[in-house]
C-alpha cells in the first residue's frame, strides 16, 4: 500500500508563493485510475479538493478557488507530485493533504474517492 508524505509548507506574505511535494512510498504506474489529489483544510471547514493529476495522460483539473493560481505537476522519476501555488491569499491558510485516487467520476476532487492520505503540511498566508 503506498505512503504518502507532505512537505513545503509555511508562512508565506500575501502575494507570494510556495510549492507543496508529495512523495510516494513507491512507483505508481502511468495506466487509468492512477492519481494523485491536493486538498486543503481549514479550521472548522470541511476538507476542499483544489487540484487532481491522471498519470494515464497526465489529465488535470483544478476547483475554481485556485484555477490559475496553483499548478499541479509530477515527476515520475521522483515518485513526486508537485503543487505549485502563486498569488497566495489568506483564505489559502490551511492544512494541506495529497491522497490516491481510489474512485469516483476521472476528475473527481470529492475527499471521499481517495485514500491514503498523508499527514500534511500546514500553509500559512499573513495579509
Known amino acids: 500500500q503506498v505512503q504518502l508524505v507532505e512537505s513545503g509548507g509555511g508562512s508565506v506574505q500575501a502575494g507570494g508563493s510556495l510549492r507543496l511535494t508529495c512523495t510516494a512510498s513507491?512507483?505508481?504506474?502511468?495506466?487509468?485510475?492512477?492519481?494523485i489529489g491536493w486538498f486543503r483544510q481549514a479550521p472548522g471547514n470541511e476538507r476542499e479538493g483544489l487540484a487532481i493529476i491522471q498519470f494515464d495522460a497526465a489529465g488535470i483539473a483544478y476547483a475554481d478557488s485556485v484555477r490559475g493560481r496553483f499548478t499541479i505537476s509530477r515527476d515520475s522519476i521522483k515518485k513526486t507530485v508537485y503543487l505549485q501555488m502563486d498569488s497566495l491569499k489568506p483564505e489559502d491558510t490551511g492544512m494541506y493533504y495529497c491522497?490516491?485516487?481510489?474512485?469516483?467520476?476521472?476528475?473527481?476532487?470529492?475527499?471521499?474517492?481517495?485514500?491514503?492520505w498523508g499527514q500534511g503540511t500546514q500553509v500559512t498566508v499573513s495579509s
Open positions: 513507491v512507483y505508481m504506474p502511468e495506466r487509468l485510475g492512477v492519481g
Open positions: 491522497a490516491t485516487k481510489s474512485g469516483g467520476p476521472y476528475f473527481s476532487l470529492n475527499p471521499s474517492d481517495y485514500s491514503n
